[in-house]
């Protein structure tokens, strides 16, 4: 499985999950010390996590992270899009850079990991 936001709250709370019912778990996440964390925390109860510094607003991260997985960990048969934020701006008087910040992360990111894993999938056809 791959969860991209998975350094802390819901992400973190997947990962463990997955981890402690014997997937093998990838996680993505901008910050690599927590995820760093969080993996050898698990690796110590015997869990399979590897850990993954991307930032899914950022298409070379996210590609060069599947990339890795492909030759290194192996087929993904799970995708978890957990990775996503809430700027504090509106439609009527919103800043346009909060806007593509969000966009990026939150619609982007999801297209481009959603493409990568089916991607791989096909080709490991699962």
Do not use: Q
């Not at 350094?7 to 997937?23: D, E, H, P, T, Y």
């Not at 599947?66 to 993904?76: A, D, M, N, R, V």
Request: aromatic share 4%.
């Amino acid at each position: 499985a791959v969860v991209t936001g998975a350094s802390a709250g819901i992400g973190a709370a997947i990962v463990k999950a997955l981890a402690g019912k014997g997937v093998k778990v990838v996680g993505l996440a901008r910050r690599k010390e927590k995820i760093d964390e969080l993996t050898k925390s698990l690796g110590k109860k015997g869990c399979n996590v590897y850990a993954m510094k991307a930032d899914v607003s950022k298409e070379e991260d996210i590609l060069s992270s599947f990339e890795c997985i492909k030759k290194k960990i192996g087929p993904i048969s799970i995708l978890i899009n957990n990775a996503g934020f809430k700027r504090n701006t509106n439609l009527t008087d919103g800043n346009t850079t909060l806007w593509r910040e969000t966009f990026d992360t939150n619609v982007m990111g999801l297209c481009i990991a959603t493409r990568e894993a089916i991607k791989n999938m096909r080709e490991c056809k699962i």
